[in-house]
């Protein structure tokens, strides 16, 4: 028999779970949160709530799997020093560029003068994935800023503004923005806009306005980031790193089955050239659900979270978001030395159609 209404909400954590009255998307996606598209992220309000009950500020805080730097980004804004370690060399270098601190004037300065230049196309050979994925105007826009990048001391900011523009400019429709898997090339019935959609023949429209939309959110995050903390990323695979010294960990991991991290930011490693390392994902979607992969995974999280537990003093808070439908994780707590000491559930709102629906997540408190 299906749960009631009342039995689903009964154990909820109400501190942790809101509404999109009580938390617009404006809100969860406030300046720099917003600098590039990442599926699989978890909201700034739960990590601030979450660092407000198990840490202080001027500690030194941990996410072993830090994605896209909600938690570096928040850790900053509540006054704690925070390391993100991400396998994916894209994560990386959008944590980098959400957490240094700039020179206004020379970011300011950078980010306009690209903006001017956006539209320089010199020539350049396409490779096989860019004349496949991006009409010819969107591609020759591209390379271009891609050419114009190195230019600046700012370089990282541009090369995050080049690969949101590219995302929004792919031969995709609007409803399969994340995993598109072959080409849209011929208007569509779009079932976002309920109407007949083109794909997008050209970049330099995002380009343009996603250099002044990141200027204004590095500044807007400026301003409310505490003085004198920082935030350190490094991009490996944490199970087999030494990793320094630590107040606390707070995460998300990778579940398995559900997110091919690499393969979301697809476009990014083509057009930057940045080096992959998907072999090396935890629960990768592409490993799939079966009980060798999930054994896969079980084994992998359990070595993470004892190398992390090396950097920690005894006792040390473990924070663990996750969905944890399969109930792997009782035992990989245990498995990795540690005491689970509560375990708090929240109601996830989400609110576009595809993925709405009853959807709850769990915060593992551990030590
Ligand atoms: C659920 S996401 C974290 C999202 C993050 N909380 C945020 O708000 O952006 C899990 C992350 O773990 C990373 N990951 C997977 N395997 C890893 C490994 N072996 N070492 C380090 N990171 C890994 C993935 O690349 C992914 O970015």
Redesign the pocket.
Known sequence: MAPTQDALYADLDLELSWSERDLPERERTRHVHRLHP?L???IPQLVEVLLARYFCPGQHVLD????????LVQALESGLDATG????AF?CLLMEVKTRTYNPFVLEQDLRTAHARVGETPQQRPSAYVRRWFAPQAARELLGFRTLVDDYEHADVLRVVLTRAARSARRTTHFDLDFPSKPQREPYWCYKHRRECRPVETAAQFLRRYTLDTLTRLKDFARVRARGRCATVIHG???ELELGRFDGVL????YPGLID?HEQHRYAYELLGLDDRRE???GAAAAGVSRAALTAYCD?IVV?LLNARESLPKNAPFVIVVNDRRDLYPEILERAGLQLEERLRRHVNRRTGRRAGEFFEDVLIAR
Request: charged share 15%; hydrophobic share 35%.
């Open positions: 990442y699989g992220k978890f072993p799997f830090a994605g896209s730097g909600t938690t370690v991400d396998v994916a994560n695979d944490v199970r995460t998300s991991p990778p991290y090396l994902e935890v992998g993470a």
